[in-house]
């Protein structure tokens, strides 16, 4: 199975369009699976991205005992 990866504009409209390079490396017949993966919201991104550099501070002192654990 390959893949081809685009990114489009979503218009409200009830169709999603497929750019002019990204319908020439379509098969002309046969099945095909389609994903759409829809992009993260910014403020997601924003708490992601918090969440992350929270966790990798480093730990209170108290939790110094497990660092002596293999």
Known sequence: MSSIEFETELSGEPALVLPPEVLAQLPKSGRVKVVVLLQDDPEDE????ASYEQFMKDDSPED??????P
């Open 46 to 49: 924003q708490w992601r991205r």
């Open 64 to 69: 110094a005992v497990y660092d002596a654990y």
